[in-house]
């Protein structure tokens, strides 16, 4: 009879420690540890430009904390924008998420890659802006495109560009 309440015990004892997220709380929010922007800063650095149609180009985006230690667990995502037309960035293919903590102060990156397009082709995307969101936040970041038209896989809407995984910056 006594291994009935002690495993009664057990279970309840495990179903309460899975109810915990990373903080240690009963909360069920699963990404509140995410990492979200107004509390990061996101900077696009300095590309290396795909100087002519055809070129690969790569736009590195630096995320450094500046709040209480959060987490990038996904690929950011990034749409493209041309007017009236959004095209959302895929991942790399064959890119691995890495599961990063960010202290603050603590900083990752990712790239852009893409393709450049001709001028005033149809087929490929006049982006003016690029848009930046992290994993398990819906807040954006808007930044001007600086890096000339991207080639589209088909269509404008289907730009030949991907998203890196994130890295940990700095040593």
Do not use: H
Not at 95 to 116: C, H, M, P
Not at 118 to 127: H, I, N, P, Q
Not at 142 to 169: E, L, R
């Amino acid at each position: 009879m006594r291994a009935i309440p002690l495993t009664v015990t057990a279970l309840a004892a495990a179903l309460a420690l899975t109810a915990c997220n990373n903080s240690g709380s009963g909360s069920s929010n699963k990404n509140s540890s995410a990492c979200e922007i107004g509390k990061v800063s996101v900077q696009v650095g300095s590309a290396s430009v795909a100087p002519a149609a055809g070129d690969t180009g790569e736009v590195p985006v630096s995320i450094t904390n500046q709040s209480a230690p959060c987490t990038l667990d996904g690929f950011a995502g990034v749409t493209l924008k041309a007017g009236g037309t959004s095209a959302s960035l895929s991942s790399l293919s064959g890119a691995k998420n890495e599961k990063l903590k960010l202290a603050k102060g603590d900083s990752a990156t990712f790239s852009i890659s893409y393709v450049r397009g001709k001028d005033g082709d149809a087929s490929s995307l006049a982006a003016t802006s690029l848009t930046v969101s992290l994993p398990g936040s819906d807040a954006t970041q808007s930044f001007p495109w600086k890096y000339g038209p991207v080639v589209g896989k088909g269509s404008a809407d289907k730009p030949n560009a991907t998203v890196g995984a994130f890295q940990q910056a700095g040593d």
